[in-house]
């Protein structure tokens, strides 16, 4: 992943949660190393703070409900901390190979590939400060009856290592979005979390300010909104 930066359909809130709860049945999981692999220097300077005010640039023929930018109220899954987060840009993609970087990333998908992927640019307020936050929920092919999961694992053990590539963010495929700049910068929190065939990618900065690689409030927050309405595949 190291050279590039990796990186969302909402229908409602309602509609996302029944998707959550049809999409993480099941006892099969992809594990959670915490790694967070090096990123480039941002290219640009944070944004204002706040949630944003104006709508974002949609990828062409991505699609965008009229109701971005949203607000969402939601309970995290593991501390139970209600979050209140602004959804400002989201797309659901079915070639996945097409929107990745990266050779054996790209061979991967090619070879197996995904069934579509959902990609969200979320902001939320974390003590006194603004996190932005890249999804991309991508749902792998199931393996077959004796390793159903097994793409799913192959597909999080590439995003997490070192020079193999990832998925494009919205910001990489051109979406701008007030506050949040033109790419993921390079000091910022990255975290695979899956459940069954479904794999979500985080990327998380403060919009404005500094943002430690491993930063815990930003770290808590990802493992938080897991299997979330901002982190599961759009219906």
Not at 22 to 41: F, I, K, W
Not at 200 to 205: P, R, S
Request: hydrophobic fraction near 40%; charge should be neutral; proline fraction near 9%.
């Amino acid at each position: 992943m190291i050279g590039m930066t990796r990186r969302v359909a909402l229908v409602g809130a309602a509609v996302l949660l029944a998707g959550c709860a049809a999409s993480t049945s099941g006892t099969g999981s992809v594990s959670d190393p915490a790694v967070s692999p090096s990123h480039p220097p941002p290219t640009s300077a944070a944004g204002p703070t706040g949630f944003p005010s104006s709508s974002p640039t949609a990828v062409p023929s991505a699609t965008t409900p009229s109701s971005i930018p949203a607000r969402l109220t939601i309970t995290g899954t593991s501390t139970g901390t209600v979050y209140t987060v602004a959804v400002s840009a989201m797309d659901t993609i079915k070639d996945c190979a097409a929107h990745a970087y990266g050779a054996a990333l790209q061979a991967f998908l090619r070879r197996h590939p995904c069934l579509r992927a959902t990609r969200r640019l979320v902001s939320l307020v974390q003590g006194a400060r603004v996190v932005a936050l890249s999804t991309v929920v991508v749902e792998c092919p199931v393996g077959g009856a004796s390793d159903p999961y097994r793409y799913a694992g192959q597909f999080a053990d590439l995003e997490r290592a070192d020079g193999t590539g990832s998925m494009n963010d919205l910001l990489l495929d051109g979406v701008r979005v007030p506050g949040m700049g033109t790419r993921i910068p390079g000091a910022e929190v990255f975290t695979v979390l899956g459940q069954d065939n479904v794999v979500t990618v985080f990327d998380g900065w403060y919009e404005s300010g500094t943002t430690a690689r491993n930063d815990p409030a930003i770290r808590s927050v990802e493992r938080d909104l897991f299997l979330t309405p901002v982190a599961v595949p759009a219906p």
